[in-house]
């Protein structure tokens, strides 16, 4: 199925890396036959065909910036959390403003480890969310239920719930001013994120991932009308490898995968990245 949403493809690397492993896993990913195309001097058109992005530990937001720019590469670098405080005695917490300051355009928010091992219940991630988009910085913003909420057939709940202020704060419009110069297609990505999924090498059956991205997109054009509802990126993510992320990229209203300890691979990761970019009508 087309249509007209860019692909968004990002890494989570969560707490893993050194400087030297930023370097030599940007020299091979660059290097990779698949991604090097994307790096010519047509790189402009390229990149519309996919979103790149790597979400790095804070600490080496800077190197893998420098390492993108070095090589002209139309990939970004995120973050993977920030605070939801503007400034002030937060010991140890990183503003919205100062990863603005640090020219970074995307955060994760709401991730599942951030959810159960740090305390980031659904007010919390929501205000992290309103933090970011004060800000320049776009949201990819995760939810997703545990394996007793699932067997339970509490999915949709969960997931309804959890992006409920967000999709009542961004219809009533006090989330993002609702004019054209900030669309929320792109301050927003959702990536559906099943708790049971991560990092377990257990993934959904692709009839389970069909729904859940089918209940969220029922969700955001409910709330936001058919037009922004319709331009907001869903994406999977959960144990998704190079070896299964082509029975998943075709899923209708999977527009691009979340990944984890696969993205620490940078060939890996590079065939995930394609195999969404093979999907995308080559022009005529
Ligand atoms: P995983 O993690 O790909 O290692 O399962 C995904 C995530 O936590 O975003």
Request: aromatic share 8%; hydrophobic share 45%.
């Amino acid at each position: 199925m087309t249509t007209n949403r860019t692909p968004f493809v990002a890494a989570n690397w969560k707490m893993n890396g050194t400087g030297e492993f930023c370097a030599q896993y940007f020299k091979s990913f660059h290097a990779n036959t698949q991604i090097a195309p994307l790096l010519a001097n047509d790189a402009t058109t390229q990149d519309k065909a996919v979103e790149v992005l790597f979400a790095v530990p804070f600490v080496f937001i800077e190197a893998v910036r420098r390492l993108l720019l070095a090589t002209h590469s139309p990939f970004h670098v995120a973050a993977q959390n920030v605070a939801a405080a503007e400034a002030g005695a937060f010991t140890g917490e990183v503003s919205a403003k100062m990863l603005e300051d640090l020219g970074v355009a995307w955060t994760i928010i709401g991730h599942s480890e951030r959810r159960t091992l740090f305390g980031d219940d659904d007010e919390t991630v929501f205000g992290k969310v309103q933090a970011a988009l004060r800000h320049s910085l776009s949201v990819i913003l995760c939810v997703g239920e545990t394996l007793e909420e699932r067997r339970a057939e509490a999915t949709e709940a969960v997931v309804e719930r959890q992006l409920g202020k967000f999709l009542h704060a961004a219809a009533d419009g006090t989330l993002l001013p609702n004019d054209a110069s900030s669309p929320i297609g792109t301050r927003i990505v959702i990536a559906y994120e099943p708790v049971w999924a991560i990092g377990t090498g257990v993934t959904p059956t692709e009839g389970q991932i069909a729904a859940a991205h089918a209940h969220i997109r029922r969700l955001c054009v409910k709330h936001l009308g058919g037009t922004a509802g319709g331009s907001v990126r869903l994406l999977y993510g959960g144990s998704v490898t190079a070896a299964n992320c082509r029975s998943i990229a075709p899923i209708a209203e999977v527009d691009g995968f979340l990944v984890g300890g696969a993205s620490l691979k940078a060939d890996d990761f590079a065939s995930i990245v394609h195999s969404k970019l093979e999907l995308v009508p080559k022009p005529k």
